[in-house]
């Protein structure tokens, strides 16, 4: 006996991750409806070997569904989801807007599956933030070998973290570099993406920060401890998926590089490829496609005391979204919902 599961944003990016992935990954389905906006109604997409019509996520009865992955966005979250969740569905979110209520857990699986159990009190559970979940991935496993008190980390993130427009901007502006005559003027971004990285991710806050790089170090806060420090500057760069990160980490004991890279070896959802050599790292276009989290360049730092660097590469519209809410979806059913 499978889920009963619904897509809510099936002809977006994230949401066509969705289908895939659940696809990919052989998760129980009963049945499976694709929802989407009525502007998209009737729209085809695929799930497996099976082509699925988008239905109107207006007029949809969620009573009697499991489970459902919103990829919608903040404003129709808060319309939607409320309405799913008091069905009984449970609701996995990968907007931004349950991720700091206190009532709603904020899960990336390897990291803190326990945190799932506590969904029923708005039987709603958050994905967190694309640059978030990849960073915590890799520091979950140091931090429970070493205690991280400090996170300083450089993003370096895709135009598909701005979904279709942002990929579509980066394309024509790149296309009229060569040909002057057809200038396509910044419209998703304040700048130029094309051949341009531009440090400035959501709205800037009173502190002169960005909203994504306070996202990070209050999502870090909740997922992992409350007690680590993080210190973000995000980047928006003319890559169409991936994100990169350049992370240093200050820990409380010391902790040698090479026992580091044995430990991330190790860990749930991580792959190790550190060769000191060229080419012996993974860059954003080898990431794309995959499931996990790629970690390269771990390095002593030795400007700091207990110090390391390293290079965190992972699909953002991946691991950083559709794969991270499938996998909170597997560990409900394991640990809660237990059918399939």
Not at 152 to 159: A, G, L, N, R
Not at 204 to 209: A, H, Q, R, V, W
């Amino acid at each position: 006996m499978g889920y009963k599961v619904v897509v809510v944003g099936a002809t977006g990016n994230v949401g066509r991750e969705m289908l895939n992935i659940l696809a990919e990954r052989q998760f129980p389905v009963d049945e499976i409806a694709a929802l989407a906006s009525r502007r998209s109604l009737g729209t085809e997409v695929s799930f497996g070997d099976k082509t699925l019509k988008t239905q109107d996520l207006d007029t949809f009865d969620f009573t009697g569904w499991d489970i459902a992955l919103f990829a919608i966005g903040s404003d129709a979250t808060k319309t939607y989801a409320p309405k799913a969740a008091a069905t009984g569905c449970v609701v996995i979110d990968n907007s931004s807007l349950y991720r700091y209520d206190a009532d709603v857990p904020l899960v990336v699986p390897e990291v803190n599956p326990e945190a799932v159990d506590g969904y029923a009190k708005k039987n709603i559970i958050a994905n967190p933030n694309c640059s978030t979940a990849q960073m915590v991935v890799a520091l979950k496993p140091l931090h429970d070998r070493a205690r991280i008190k400090r996170v300083v980390v450089s993003t370096y993130q895709s135009v598909s973290g701005s979904g279709k427009d942002g990929i579509d901007e980066l394309w024509d502006q790149t296309k009229s570099v060569y040909n002057p005559t057809q200038e396509v003027p910044p419209k998703v971004y304040p700048k130029q993406i094309a051949f341009n990285v531009i440090p400035h991710i959501d709205v800037f806050l009173e502190d002169g920060s960005t909203k994504e790089e306070w996202k990070m170090v209050a999502e870090t806060k909740k997922i992992v401890d409350t007690a680590i420090k993080v210190s973000a500057t995000c980047v928006r760069v003319p890559v169409f998926v991936g994100h990169a990160e350049s992370i240093n980490i200050e820990f409380e004991e010391f902790l040698d590089e090479d026992e580091a890279r044995d430990i991330l070896r190790e860990a749930p959802g991580i792959m190790v490829i550190d060769k000191r050599e060229d080419g012996g790292y993974v860059t954003p276009v080898e990431c794309v496609g995959d499931f996990a989290t790629f970690i390269s360049r771990i390095r002593q730092d030795s400007t700091i005391e207990n110090g390391l660097n390293l290079w965190c590469v992972s699909d953002n519209l991946r691991k950083g979204a559709a794969l991270n809410a499938v996998q909170i979806a597997e560990t409900l059913g394991n640990r809660v919902l237990k059918k399939g």
